[in-house]
């Protein structure tokens, strides 16, 4: 089974969202839309799949990322979202109860050893 295929997406707290994103966009270049910007990429094992990686400023306040209290949070893409949790649950991993299925995706969340919150994300078919 394979586990991340890819990086899905990196999110990160900011006093001044507007500002923050208008400066990413002014100096380095990213096409900032309302939520962020999408970076698109092909699998080196299945280069006929297009994907993305997310990158989103989130306002100072968000509870986004709780239980966690680091001020960013990393996304992974995986390919079976609920096989590869069952297998964490398995090896010691905690693994939040919640999911979340959308046009999106499917999503999950795991705990890394030092407090950290970490988004699995299987991409939609």
């Given amino acids: 089974?394979?586990?991340?295929?890819?990086?899905?997406?990196?999110?990160?707290?900011?006093?001044?969202?507007?500002?923050?994103?208008?400066?990413?966009?002014?100096?380095?270049?990213?096409?900032?839309?309302?939520?962020?910007?999408?970076?698109?990429?092909?699998?080196?094992?299945?280069?006929?799949?297009?994907?993305?990686?997310?990158?989103?400023?989130?306002?100072?306040e968000t509870q986004y990322f709780e239980p966690s209290e680091h001020d960013y949070m990393i996304n992974y893409q995986v390919e079976n979202l609920h096989e590869l949790l069952e297998v964490l649950r398995k090896e010691g991993v905690t693994v939040l109860e919640k999911t979340e299925e959308s046009e999106f995706g499917k999503f999950g969340w795991i705990i890394d050893p030092e407090g950290?919150?970490?988004?699995?994300?299987?991409?939609?078919?």
């Fill in 116 to 125: 950290r919150k970490i988004e699995l994300w299987e991409p939609p078919v």
């Fill in 1 to 60: 089974m394979k586990r991340v295929i890819g990086l899905g997406g990196i999110f990160f707290k900011c006093q001044d969202r507007e500002t923050v994103k208008n400066w990413y966009s002014k100096h380095l270049g990213i096409p900032v839309e309302d939520w962020g910007a999408v970076f698109p990429w092909r699998r080196q094992d299945k280069p006929e799949e297009e994907t993305y990686t997310a990158w989103s400023p989130f306002k100072g």
